[in-house]
Nanobody
Framework: QVRLVESGGDLVQAGGSLRLSCAASGSMFRLNVMGWYRQGPGKQRELVATITSAGTTNYADAVRGRFTISRDNAKNTVYLQMNTLKPEDTAVYYC??????????????WGQGTQVTVSS
């Protein structure tokens, strides 16, 4: 069974930085797209950023220029560097991955989430 485990969430002041990590473990053939989503208080879960196995990235308008997504394919890990944090970035951040369990079996999995709180 493939699992995603996030880490790095914390309480930080506005203008500060945090780096989130998400490591995939378990038996798998390949990790395809990996990404970060977030859900703020009273809001729906929304896309933050995604990255393909080849390194192509995509960002939500709200974070473009402040956040950077990257991945280490050898470690099955995706990162989210968050700079110039704002109070509106406060949310639970979830890691997501499209996993090829075998060459023909695909699954979409989520991590348990990590809390990011930005104080003003």
């Amino acid at each position: 069974q493939v699992r995603l485990v996030e880490s790095g969430g914390d309480l930080v002041q506005a203008g500060g930085s945090l780096r989130l990590s998400c490591a995939a473990s378990g038996s798998m053939f390949r990790l395809n797209v990996m990404g970060w989503y977030r859900q703020g208080p009273g809001k729906q879960r929304e896309l933050v950023a995604t990255i393909t196995s080849a390194g192509t990235t995509n960002y939500a308008d709200a974070v473009r220029g402040r956040f950077t997504i990257s991945r280490d394919n050898a470690k099955n890990t995706v990162y989210l560097q968050m700079n110039t944090l704002k109070p509106e970035d406060t949310a639970v951040y979830y890691c997501n991955a499209e996993v090829m369990i075998t060459m023909s079996l695909r699954n979409n999995i989520w991590g348990q989430g990590t809390q990011v709180t930005v104080s003003s």
